[in-house]
């Protein structure tokens, strides 16, 4: 059973940074996608930072230049690097697999993930 674990979520000042880890359990597909993504109160989960096993890689325009994403696969573990944190990146971060590999371009559709975390907060304070 597939089963995604987030850490390293916390509060922060703006301009600080924190990395997100994700640890992935029973997952043995060659082919992937991994992605994280992020939900604020009342509004719609969204995209943050997506990667498949092809080495392809997608950014939300709020965090390119900012976040990065990355995965140790040696370590089954999906990293988001958060720097230059602002007020609006605060939310509630959930990493997602997905047990195929799809186009850059369809890396931030949530619909495309079978797999989700419980998630982890991130607050960034002024």
């Known amino acids: 059973q597939v089963h995604l674990e987030e850490s390293g979520g916390g509060s922060v000042q703006a301009g600080g940074s924190l990395r997100l880890s994700c640890v992935i359990s029973?997952?043995?597909?060659?082919?992937?996608?991994m992605g994280w993504f992020r939900q604020a109160p009342g509004t719609e989960r969204e995209g943050v930072a997506g990667i498949n096993s092809a080495g392809d890689i997608a950014y939300a325009d709020s965090v390119k230049g900012r976040f990065t994403i990355s995965i140790d696969n040696a370590k089954n573990t999906l990293y988001l690097q958060m720097n230059s944190l602002k007020p609006e990146d605060t939310a509630q971060y959930y990493c997602?697999?997905?047990?195929?590999?799809?186009?850059?371009?369809?890396?931030?559709?949530?619909?495309?993930?079978?797999?989700w975390g419980q998630g982890t907060q991130v607050a960034v304070s002024s």
């Open positions: 029973g997952y043995s597909y060659s082919d992937y996608c």
């Open positions: 997602a697999a997905h047990p195929g590999t799809v186009p850059a371009y369809l890396l931030l559709h949530r619909e495309r993930y079978n797999y």
